[in-house]
């Protein structure tokens, strides 16, 4: 029995060495035969070249939708509203009545002022007459010149007087005249935040109704730092188109201009902040809402690109794998700039014939060896309704 055991053993050590041999011939456990193991096989990737050329370029970037003017439409006295005029969500013009309030008491305050200066002129009349008087007897030495001085200095006291009651009917119209409530704008207005018979304050934080100017309409967007010396120079040349994009980044719903490129650029992300301004006829666009924007650019001259599939995205800046003359490949951080036809504008980084990793990039590290492959045929595109261009 003790002997059979053992055969039974020893038959089973040569098995399982027979198998691991077998094993590693056929490369199951990660290598081949004859190989010392993975760490230097080359690695196979596909490579373009950077290309130096004109390139027609333009800027995309999502943006924020904003009215062109916003205003929050506040009582300026305190009164009791006597009737809402407008409709919810109404477009309207400068100077259109939206409220009336109550305007009995202010009224009766400009009824007041009115009468205390009829009160005052009738005595500054019946003062100057004394004056005249005076003068009169002064001249011919039948009067003293104390009375008259004090009869002159009454009538000017009277005269302040009288401009002072004119303030008063001054302030009283125009707190009356503030019971009719006007849009300050043209624009679309919002939900009603009051209704007829509330007592409304001047210092009312919610204020009354939100007018909104969306015809024209803003868009915000940010666009990267590097950019700027170009924007700067085409925008002095001339105004610089901007599109409006839908969410497929082909139907163009507005055209604009360019209007301002911020006086700062922003040290948290090194972008710059613009605007640009749309007529918006057909009211596409609407604030608060999430879009993109192309911003047309001139040709950029001998411009260095690479295919945007060749592009990785790094912990502080994107980079590249270039492929030296010994087929090494070599990680480069670049500076990118504008998209155009699926190929990325080069600003700083690359020289142009240089090889560059468009397949294969993700399995290599710096340093590791490669095995070249013929380039990939660039893919049937359907041509957009304009360029597809994007800014980095």
């Known amino acids: 029995m003790k002997l059979a055991k053992s055969r039974w053993l020893v038959g089973t050590a040569v098995a399982a060495a027979g198998l691991y041999i077998a094993g590693a011939h056929f490369g199951l456990f990660g290598q081949s035969a004859g190989q010392g193991g993975g760490a230097g096989k080359a690695v196979a990737v596909k490579v373009a070249l950077a290309e130096q050329k004109n390139v027609r370029s333009y800027l995309d970037s999502a943006a924020t939708v904003q009215a062109l003017n916003t205003v929050v439409v506040h009582a300026r006295v305190d009164a009791q509203i006597n009737k809402v005029l407008f409709q919810e969500g109404a477009n309207v013009k400068r100077g259109d009545v939206l409220i009336e309030l109550d305007r009995q008491p202010f009224e009766v305050q400009l009824h007041a002022a009115q009468a205390q200066k009829q009160k005052d002129s009738a005595q500054f009349v019946n003062t100057r007459r004394d004056l005249e008087r005076y003068e009169f007897l002064v001249q011919h030495d039948s009067g003293t010149t104390q009375i008259r001085d004090t009869t002159r200095s009454q009538l000017d006291q009277l005269r302040a007087t009288l401009d ?56 915000v967007f940010s666009l990267p730092q590097v950019l700027l010396p170009v924007l700067r120079r085409q925008q002095e040349r001339q105004a610089l188109p901007v599109l409006a994009l839908a969410d497929d980044g082909r139907q163009v719903l507005d055209e604009g201009e360019l209007t301002l490129i911020d006086s700062q650029i922003d040290v948290a992300t090194g972008t710059i902040r613009c605007k640009a301004i749309f007529k918006n006829a057909q009211e596409n666009l609407w604030p608060g809402a999430f879009t993109s924007v192309r911003v047309v650019l001139n040709d950029l001259p001998n411009a260095i690109s690479v295919p945007s599939t060749a592009i990785q995205t790094g912990a502080q800046h994107p980079f590249v794998y270039i492929v030296t003359a010994d087929n090494i490949a070599e990680s480069r951080e670049v500076t990118v700039g504008p998209v155009s036809d699926e190929r990325t504008v080069i600003l700083a980084g690359l020289a142009a014939g240089e090889r560059i990793v468009v397949e294969g990039q993700f399995q290599l590290q710096a340093g590791a060896r490669v095995d070249v492959k013929a380039a990939p045929a660039p893919p049937a595109q359907v041509k957009p309704a304009t360029n597809s261009v994007v800014s980095r």
């Open 164 to 219: 002072g009651d004119q303030a008063q009917i001054d302030l009283a119209q125009l707190q009356l005249g503030y019971t009719t409530i006007r849009t300050p704008i043209d624009g679309r207005l919002g939900a009603r935040l009051v209704d007829a018979g509330n007592l409304v304050h001047a210092g009312d934080v919610n204020g009354l109704v939100v007018v909104s100017q969306i015809q024209p309409i803003a868009m």
